[in-house]
């Protein structure tokens, strides 16, 4: 794997898109997704100039905060659940998968005790898919009014992830709805876009996207997973 290589195309990428758009490049933050890759590859992808890492497993992001350096940006991007919750306040950046009270509660009490505020994104299931978490968009005005009344949380914004399309531009309307949503709510932070479709996430609004495949070309795109037909 090239990582150099493949973070330059994804920062042409990315400056193509933002300025299609009318954007700054320079606003939107890349958090490289290191779920199932080697520590040894994070730190190639470190020494490129990659300082934003994201992981979706509790005991994965454990093992690997401990192995690499601590100046690193971490974001956990995966749902959490309330028993690993104090294992992961105080070491990540952001929690990009606030999708439940019950979760808002337990982060809450334990960024209290550890005198912190833990900033989260509030995570929309957009395009109402059962087999995803997160909020339906009528839920989400009075979720983000009582997570803003907890003191150990901020919340900075809202999170999707769009079905998965052989063709991009039909994710265009499940972005372009959470922008609307977190226009209204007056939340400056919208983490959209992953691999297949970050292009149309930033035309879209999104100023933090999440890519592993495009960087590291580890996962199986054949799988039963992404042979999902798009809903619209």
């Given amino acids: 794997m090239d990582i150099l290589e493949n973070l330059g195309q994804v920062r042409e990428r990315i400056y193509a898109a933002a300025h299609?758009?009318?954007?700054?490049?320079?606003?939107?933050?890349?958090?490289?997704?290191?779920?199932?890759?080697?520590?040894?590859?994070?730190?190639?992808?470190?020494?490129c100039g990659i300082t934003c890492l994201g992981e979706n497993r509790a005991q994965e992001f454990l093992g690997k905060y401990s192995l690499l350096p601590s100046n690193l940006e971490w974001h956990f991007i995966g749902r959490l659940q309330t028993n690993k919750v104090k294992k992961i306040v105080g070491k990540v950046s952001l929690i990009h998968s606030l999708d439940r009270w019950s979760l808002a509660r337990v982060l809450h009490r334990a960024s209290c005790e550890a005198g912190i505020v833990t900033r989260v994104l509030v995570q929309v299931n957009v395009a109402g898919?059962?087999?995803?978490?997160?909020?339906?968009?009528?839920?989400?005005?009075?979720?983000?009014?009582?997570?803003?009344?907890?003191?150990?949380?901020?919340?900075?914004?809202?999170?999707?992830?769009?079905?998965w399309c052989e063709d991009p531009e039909q994710t265009r309307p499940v972005f372009r709805q959470l922008r609307k949503l977190a226009l209204r709510l007056k939340l400056e932070s919208l983490s959209m876009g992953m691999s297949g479709d970050f292009e149309v996430a930033l035309e879209e609004g999104a100023n933090i996207i999440r890519l592993g495949t495009a960087l590291f070309r580890q996962r199986n795109l054949s799988s039963p997973a992404h042979d999902r037909v798009c809903k619209r």
Avoid: Q, W, Y
């Fill in 20 to 47: 299609r758009a009318g954007r700054n490049p320079g606003d939107i933050k890349l958090v490289a997704v290191t779920k199932t890759v080697p520590v040894d590859a994070i730190k190639e992808a470190v020494a």
């Fill in 129 to 163: 898919e059962e087999a995803k978490s997160g909020l339906s968009p009528a839920e989400v005005k009075d979720f983000v009014e009582e997570a803003g009344r907890l003191t150990g949380l901020h919340v900075c914004g809202l999170m999707t992830i769009a079905p």
